[in-house]
């Protein structure tokens, strides 16, 4: 299975989420990614200063893999990417990187800011 995510690091005990809060090892063949929903938060424009966790909980029997959304420049939680989007702080990133747009020449999209 191909995992793409830029928190994925490889251990000497097996492939690791970086941003795990209650977990780290993902177990053989990365089990735990294949319903996370970071990868795909992750590959959308976002601020600069959102952080990603993820938690694990359960679900019956199943363990399952939730994000947690922080920022960075005001140190607290997050409920959506909404909330995120509307702070008078929000400086949008190419997905999946932590370099602005602007630094690479690019319009920021417009994000509904008055």
């Not at 492939?15 to 996370?36: H, K, Q, T, W």
């Amino acid at each position: 299975m191909s995992i793409k995510c830029r928190f994925l690091e490889i251990t000497q005990y097996g492939p690791a989420c970086s941003i795990g809060v209650n977990f780290y090892v993902l177990g053989e063949d990365c089990a735990m990614c294949r319903n996370c929903p970071v990868p795909a938060l992750d590959d959308t424009t976002h601020c600069k200063y959102l952080e990603f966790y993820t938690v694990l909980g359960k679900a019956g029997d199943d363990r399952t893999v939730r994000a947690k959304l922080g920022c960075a420049l005001s140190k607290s939680g997050l409920g959506d990417l909404l909330e995120c989007q509307n702070c008078s702080a929000f400086e949008p990133t190419l997905p999946g990187r932590r370099e602005t747009i602007e630094r690479r020449g690019v319009s920021p999209p417009s994000v509904g800011h008055p």
